[in-house]
């Protein structure tokens, strides 16, 4: 027998063949699109409120978007040196003034 040969069988013989579908099966089919959200909607939800609080606590540390001014009636005075904001320590230590380099 060739294959066009099986498929003829096949196709002749359940031409007109219905299965029975058990009543649960559709009423398990009908509880899944009463509109209840699925899974996979509530993950999206969940994940979508998860990002936009995490860019929002990065938003909200970096400073935003303005700079900080200063509020009504202060005052800031412009004449002023800058400080400077901590004293800076060198650790390497300074060969040049050793008696090595001088030759000694």
Do not use: C
Request: aromatic residues 6%.
């Amino acid at each position: 027998m060739t294959t066009n040969n099986i498929d003829k069988i096949f196709r002749n013989g359940l031409e007109n063949h219905e299965a029975e579908v058990p009543e649960s099966v559709w009423q398990n089919i009908e509880q899944q699109m009463s509109g209840r959200p699925s899974n996979r909607r509530i993950w999206l939800v969940a994940a979508s409120v998860a990002l936009l609080i995490g860019a929002s606590a990065v938003w909200m540390t970096t400073g935003g978007s303005q700079p900080v001014t200063p509020t009504a009636g202060t005052t800031v005075d412009t004449t002023a040196a800058p400080q400077p904001a901590a004293a800076q320590i060198d650790y390497a230590p300074n060969y040049a003034d050793s008696a090595v380099f001088e030759g000694k």
